[in-house]
């Protein structure tokens, strides 16, 4: 699939909020209609991504279809974090409640800036 085609299909299918507070990230999307066992979340250095399973529609043959509006591809959605998010399995926090997927992503403190005399 053409990623930029899957990535406004994931943004408009898997709608998402995003907010800094100030010792953590947190990010609520909505994602009706699937399971637990839906989802691939995976970090990277500084990336977390999350993919679901390909969702399908069934179809009969004699269905005489009025609106077929709803999703049900596979979703991707990325979100690349500003330096100090800590992205270890053992820190992001996922739960998956009622249709909504919510991470929790800690930070370090930021570091107060230091000058340098020359």
């Known amino acids: 699939a053409d990623a930029k ?5 994931s ?3 898997a709608p998402a909020d995003w907010v800094q507070r100030s010792d953590h990230h947190l990010i609520t999307i909505d994602m009706p209609g699937l399971s637990h066992e839906d989802f691939k979340i995976t970090t990277d250095a500084n990336e ?13 043959e004699d269905d005489k279809w ?6 049900v591809g596979a979703v991707v959605r990325k979100f690349e974090f500003p330096e100090g998010a800590k992205l270890s ?3 992001v926090e996922a739960v998956f409640d009622n249709g909504v ?10 570091k107060p800036k230091e000058t340098i005399t020359i």
């Not at 991504?49 to 390909?54: A, G, M, P, R, V």
């Not at 009025?66 to 999703?71: G, I, L, N, Q």
């Open 5 to 9: 085609k899957m990535a406004s299909f």
């Open 11 to 13: 943004k408009k299918n």
């Open 48 to 60: 977390i991504t999350i993919k679901t399973k390909e969702r399908e529609r069934v179809e009969l």
């Open 66 to 71: 009025h609106a077929k509006e709803r999703y």
């Open 89 to 91: 399995k053992e820190d």
């Open 101 to 110: 997927l919510t991470l929790k992503v800690p930070t370090d403190p930021e």
